[in-house]
Protein backbone atom coordinates (compact mmCIF):
# COMPACT_ATOMS: atom_id res chain seq x y z
CA UNK A 1 0.00 0.00 0.00
CA UNK A 2 2.88 3.05 1.30
CA UNK A 3 6.44 2.24 0.34
CA UNK A 4 8.91 3.26 3.21
CA UNK A 5 9.56 7.07 2.54
CA UNK A 6 5.53 7.18 3.01
CA UNK A 7 5.54 4.65 6.28
CA UNK A 8 8.05 7.06 7.38
CA UNK A 9 6.38 10.39 6.66
CA UNK A 10 3.41 9.41 8.34
CA UNK A 11 5.21 8.03 11.44
CA UNK A 12 6.29 11.72 11.36
CA UNK A 13 3.36 13.05 11.10
CA UNK A 14 1.57 10.69 13.74
CA UNK A 15 4.58 11.97 16.04
CA UNK A 16 4.04 15.52 15.49
CA UNK A 17 0.17 15.03 16.39
CA UNK A 18 0.65 12.70 19.23
CA UNK A 19 1.26 15.80 21.46
CA UNK A 20 1.06 14.00 24.65
CA UNK A 21 3.53 10.92 23.48
CA UNK A 22 1.29 8.06 24.74
CA UNK A 23 1.09 6.30 21.29
CA UNK A 24 -2.47 7.22 20.91
CA UNK A 25 -3.65 10.22 19.11
CA UNK A 26 -7.00 11.69 21.10
CA UNK A 27 -8.92 14.52 20.98
CA UNK A 28 -6.61 16.49 23.40
CA UNK A 29 -3.95 16.00 20.60
CA UNK A 30 -5.94 17.15 18.29
CA UNK A 31 -6.82 20.24 19.91
CA UNK A 32 -3.00 20.99 21.08
CA UNK A 33 -2.32 20.49 16.61
CA UNK A 34 -4.85 22.63 15.62
CA UNK A 35 -3.31 24.61 18.03
CA UNK A 36 0.07 24.41 17.26
CA UNK A 37 -1.01 25.53 13.66
CA UNK A 38 -2.95 28.56 14.72
CA UNK A 39 -6.59 27.39 14.72
CA UNK A 40 -7.26 27.69 18.68
CA UNK A 41 -10.76 27.67 18.43
CA UNK A 42 -11.79 24.07 16.97
CA UNK A 43 -15.54 23.14 18.33
CA UNK A 44 -15.59 19.51 20.55
CA UNK A 45 -17.99 18.57 18.32
CA UNK A 46 -15.40 18.93 15.47
CA UNK A 47 -12.90 16.88 17.46
CA UNK A 48 -15.46 14.02 18.49
CA UNK A 49 -16.29 13.52 14.89
CA UNK A 50 -12.66 13.16 13.71
CA UNK A 51 -11.77 10.79 16.39
CA UNK A 52 -14.97 8.97 15.71
CA UNK A 53 -13.98 8.33 12.20
CA UNK A 54 -11.40 5.41 13.92
CA UNK A 55 -12.91 1.86 14.80
CA UNK A 56 -10.91 2.29 17.80
CA UNK A 57 -8.28 4.29 19.82
CA UNK A 58 -6.11 5.82 17.18
CA UNK A 59 -2.52 3.99 17.66
CA UNK A 60 0.08 4.72 14.53
CA UNK A 61 -1.67 1.19 12.93
CA UNK A 62 -4.98 2.96 12.89
CA UNK A 63 -3.84 6.25 11.66
CA UNK A 64 -1.80 4.84 8.59
CA UNK A 65 -4.95 2.22 7.65
CA UNK A 66 -7.45 5.37 7.91
CA UNK A 67 -5.06 7.11 5.26
CA UNK A 68 -4.57 4.52 3.05
CA UNK A 69 -8.44 4.46 3.05
CA UNK A 70 -8.68 8.11 2.85
CA UNK A 71 -5.98 8.40 -0.39
CA UNK A 72 -7.44 4.96 -2.15
CA UNK A 73 -10.29 6.76 -3.10
CA UNK A 74 -8.29 9.96 -4.69
CA UNK A 75 -8.41 10.10 -8.54
CA UNK A 76 -5.47 10.02 -10.19
CA UNK A 77 -4.33 14.37 -11.20
CA UNK A 78 -4.63 13.26 -15.07
CA UNK A 79 -8.46 12.39 -14.03
CA UNK A 80 -9.47 15.13 -12.52
CA UNK A 81 -7.81 17.85 -15.07
CA UNK A 82 -9.56 15.61 -17.72
CA UNK A 83 -13.15 16.70 -15.51
CA UNK A 84 -12.42 20.45 -15.39
CA UNK A 85 -10.85 20.49 -19.33
CA UNK A 86 -14.61 19.80 -19.73
CA UNK A 87 -14.99 23.01 -18.73
CA UNK A 88 -12.56 24.13 -20.24
CA UNK A 89 -12.48 23.86 -23.81
CA UNK A 90 -9.68 26.37 -24.66
CA UNK A 91 -7.58 24.91 -22.75
CA UNK A 92 -6.15 28.17 -20.90
CA UNK A 93 -6.09 25.97 -17.24
CA UNK A 94 -8.68 28.30 -15.51
CA UNK A 95 -11.70 28.45 -15.72
CA UNK A 96 -14.51 31.41 -14.90
CA UNK A 97 -15.30 31.42 -10.81
CA UNK A 98 -19.17 32.03 -11.27
CA UNK A 99 -19.06 29.31 -13.71
CA UNK A 100 -17.26 26.80 -11.73
CA UNK A 101 -19.97 27.65 -8.76
CA UNK A 102 -23.18 27.45 -11.06
CA UNK A 103 -21.71 24.06 -11.96
CA UNK A 104 -20.90 22.81 -8.60
CA UNK A 105 -24.46 23.86 -6.96
CA UNK A 106 -26.20 22.31 -9.65
CA UNK A 107 -24.83 19.35 -11.73
CA UNK A 108 -24.34 15.99 -10.44
CA UNK A 109 -23.11 15.60 -6.65
CA UNK A 110 -24.40 19.20 -6.22
CA UNK A 111 -22.01 21.15 -3.50
CA UNK A 112 -23.70 23.18 -0.95
CA UNK A 113 -22.88 27.09 -0.62
CA UNK A 114 -20.62 26.04 2.16
CA UNK A 115 -18.41 23.33 0.21
CA UNK A 116 -17.81 25.98 -2.45
CA UNK A 117 -17.31 28.84 0.19
CA UNK A 118 -14.46 26.57 1.59
CA UNK A 119 -13.29 25.58 -1.65
CA UNK A 120 -12.97 29.15 -2.87
CA UNK A 121 -11.45 30.06 0.57
CA UNK A 122 -8.46 27.14 -0.09
CA UNK A 123 -8.02 28.38 -3.77
CA UNK A 124 -9.28 32.25 -4.26
CA UNK A 125 -10.29 32.99 -7.70
CA UNK A 126 -7.34 35.74 -9.68
CA UNK A 127 -8.11 39.44 -9.68
CA UNK A 128 -9.98 38.14 -12.83
CA UNK A 129 -12.53 36.17 -11.35
CA UNK A 130 -10.74 32.60 -12.97
CA UNK A 131 -9.98 29.43 -10.70
CA UNK A 132 -6.70 27.96 -11.69
CA UNK A 133 -7.88 24.15 -12.04
CA UNK A 134 -4.40 22.90 -12.54
CA UNK A 135 -2.99 24.58 -9.26
CA UNK A 136 -6.16 22.99 -7.36
CA UNK A 137 -5.52 19.77 -9.01
CA UNK A 138 -2.44 19.42 -8.34
CA UNK A 139 -2.86 20.17 -4.35
CA UNK A 140 -5.77 17.33 -4.17
CA UNK A 141 -3.92 14.74 -5.36
CA UNK A 142 -0.02 15.94 -3.84
CA UNK A 143 -1.09 17.94 -0.91
CA UNK A 144 0.30 20.95 -1.66
CA UNK A 145 0.95 23.90 -4.18
CA UNK A 146 3.94 24.05 -6.81
CA UNK A 147 6.58 25.73 -6.37
Do not use: W
Request: proline share 4%; glycine share 6%; net charge negative.
Amino acid sequence: MFDQTQIQEFKEAFTIMDQNRDGFIDKADLRDTFAALGRLNVKNEELEDMVKEAPGPINFTVFLTMFGEKLKGTDPEETILNAFKIFDPEGKGHIKADYIKEMLMTQADRFSKEEVSQMFAAFPPDVSGNLDYKNLCYVITHGEEKD
